[in-house]
């Protein structure tokens, strides 16, 4: 009995600890769907150098296939809602990507240095807030991967449709120059 109601007393604060830092980032930690991982593998270009960060990682569903095919590259993976972070943290320690590194930090207080591909899985809102921030801090051109939603005020170079009603598109972006 003891046990059954340590595992429904985990269960019930985990899901208020999820359903906070859902009020707080404004978007459930939703895994990029199959199609969507797919799309963003094919449209990944050869002989990027530099870091690649994952904004809004979530449970790692793309951080550790971006380790895996991007092996020569450190993948920086940020998540900031404490539980999926945690999943995370414990999968990596089942499948070990020397090249991957997991942090639990608000991407906005970060800085973007030697980043030659952004991926993420943000809302649009999020994503209008964090233009400004990688027009100043990324290059020009550099390359940037959103799962699903557009990225208000910038010219996608290409939008790769899905059939997948969870993830319907990919846009990709360079950061234009000149702002």
Not at 4 to 28: A, K, P
Not at 41 to 46: A, D, F, G, Q, T
Not at 86 to 94: E, P, T
Not at 95 to 101: A, F, M
């Amino acid at each position: 009995m003891l046990f059954e109601y340590s595992i429904l007393c985990v269960t019930v604060v985990g899901v208020l600890v999820s359903l906070f830092y859902c009020g707080v980032t404004g978007i459930s930690p939703i895994p990029s769907s199959s199609p969507s991982r797919a799309c963003i593998l094919e449209n990944l270009p050869e002989g990027l150098s530099g870091n690649v960060c994952e904004l809004g990682a979530g449970w790692g569903t793309l951080a550790f296939p971006l380790a895996a095919a991007l092996p020569d590259l450190e993948i920086i993976a940020f998540e900031l809602s404490p539980i999926p972070w945690l999943f995370m943290l414990a999968r990596d320690k089942l499948t070990r990507r020397n090249n991957l590194t997991i942090h639990r930090r608000n991407f906005f207080k970060d800085k973007f240095d030697d980043v030659s591909l952004v991926v993420c899985y943000l809302h649009s809102e999020c994503l209008e807030k964090l233009r400004p921030k990688m027009e100043s801090e990324l290059l020009p051109g550099t390359l940037v991967l959103s799962n699903t939603f557009e990225i208000p005020g910038w010219e996608p170079e290409a939008i790769h449709r899905l059939e997948d009603s969870f993830c319907p598109q990919v846009y990709v972006y360079r950061v234009p120059g000149n702002i």
